[in-house]
């Protein structure tokens, strides 16, 4: 999905993008590229927190040419990002793995004991994992 976003540049400052169509995303870079590269990770981030808390995503489909009315975009520049929303669909997919039996009996005794299905608990699991070790890799 192309998602139009507006890049502002103030002398002395970063490049500011903002996403009119999702409320609330907004990002810069050091360069045109590095604040296209910054704001599609944003939405991205955005989308994939809002499904995490099971929110509902709400992306306008608002047009550049109407966008342009707003009197708080004059002046700035419009591009499109392009993000692959297939990639952040929250419908659930079969898949096949394979445990050890132990594992497999632990994980359903745990997950009985909190009142979870099997598959929320290694979703669960894997996404604070993720998470985690993210966090970790982040520079201090």
Do not use: C
Not at 53 to 75: F, M, R, S, T, W
Not at 88 to 117: G, M, Q
């Amino acid at each position: 999905m192309d998602i139009p976003v507006v890049i502002f540049k103030d002398e002395g400052s970063v490049y500011g993008v903002n996403v009119p169509n999702i409320k609330g995303v907004h990002s810069w870079g050091d360069t045109v590229e590095d604040a296209l590269k910054n704001v599609r990770e944003a939405i991205t981030s955005h989308i994939e927190t809002l499904l995490e808390l099971g929110e509902p995503v709400e992306i306008a489909q608002n047009k550049i040419e109407a966008l342009q009315e707003n009197p708080d975009h004059k002046g700035g520049i419009w591009a499109l990002v392009e993000v692959d929303l297939d990639k952040l669909d929250s419908k659930p997919e079969r898949i096949n793995i394979s445990l050890p039996r132990f594992v497999l009996s632990k994980i359903d005794r745990y997950a009985d004991a909190r009142h979870e299905t099997r598959s929320g608990l290694l979703s669960r699991a894997a996404l604070q994992l993720i998470d985690a070790e993210s966090k970790s890799l982040e520079p201090t």
